[in-house]
């Protein structure tokens, strides 16, 4: 299979605990994505990349967020001293670099429990 | 920044009736995606619309996309548990048409046999 793959599928964490998800993308893809979505709610948008650039960043990306794609393919969502609000599923997606309409194609997903 | 609505937020309904939920953009949009999500999984594409006035029919489910380019409805007809699960339009963030999408925070269909 070819599609995104995340990993971990699940996490675990004490508050103040740091924790990195990993993503990686469907591999013609040079668009990355990530989303932050809770229960109830749709994927709200933190930051993407083209290639290695990271282009835009979400104001939801508070500086306890750092995401990188340091060669261009996989892509890692770090967070430092986790707080109970960050328990979400964190999503990953990626895209063609097309002109128009990128339809992005989603993982399974990070689902990230603070305690 | 782009805001993209969705109602209702919820919808039940018994097998064979039919469904619709609808979307509405703060802006004008290049274009608008659906996506459905299955209870536990991942948001996975449906269709994409563009140009003004576009209807789209995927065997069951009929898209359309307004006149003015600012609303956008599914309708599935006659309803199976297969349909269950959450419904969600995206749009462009900016108006260009290749900007990170905007989602709304979904109808989420439950079927009763």
């Known amino acids: 299979d070819t599609g995104v793959s995340q990993d971990p599928r699940h996490k675990i964490t004490k508050r103040g605990q740091n924790v990195t998800f990993r993503c990686d993308p469907i591999?013609?893809?040079?668009?990355l994505y990530w989303y932050r979505q809770t229960l109830g709610q749709g994927p709200e948008f933190l930051t993407y990349?083209?290639?290695?650039?990271?282009?835009?960043k979400s104001r939801l990306l508070s500086d306890r967020f750092s995401a990188e794609r340091p060669k261009g393919s996989f892509s890692t969502l770090e967070i430092q001293r986790t707080e109970q609000g960050d328990s979400a599923m964190y999503l990953c997606?990626?895209?063609?670099?097309?002109?128009?309409?990128?339809?992005?194609?989603f993982g399974e997903g990070s689902w990230l429990t603070v305690v | 920044g782009q805001q993209v609505m969705q109602i209702p937020q919820y919808q039940h309904v018994q097998e064979g009736e039919d469904f619709t939920t609808y979307c509405n953009s703060s802006?004008?949009?290049?274009?608008i995606q659906w996506y459905k999500q299955r209870p536990g999984g991942h948001p996975v594409f449906l269709i994409q619309?563009?140009?003004?006035?576009e209807v789209k029919k995927q065997k069951r489910l009929t898209f359309q996309f307004g006149e003015a380019k600012k609303n956008s409805s599914l309708h599935i007809t006659a309803t199976q548990t297969t349909d269950v699960g959450t419904y969600f339009c995206?749009?462009?963030?900016?108006?260009?048409?290749?900007?990170?999408?905007?989602f709304g925070k979904g109808t989420r269909l439950s079927v009763i046999a």
């Open positions: 997606a990626s895209s063609p670099d097309r002109v128009f309409g990128n339809t992005i194609y």
């Open positions: 591999s013609e893809h040079n668009r």
């Open positions: 990349f083209q290639n290695e650039a990271q282009l835009e």
């Open positions: 802006t004008t949009l290049s274009n």
């Open positions: 619309l563009v140009k003004s006035g």
């Open positions: 995206a749009g462009p963030s900016k108006n260009s048409g290749n900007t990170p999408l905007v």
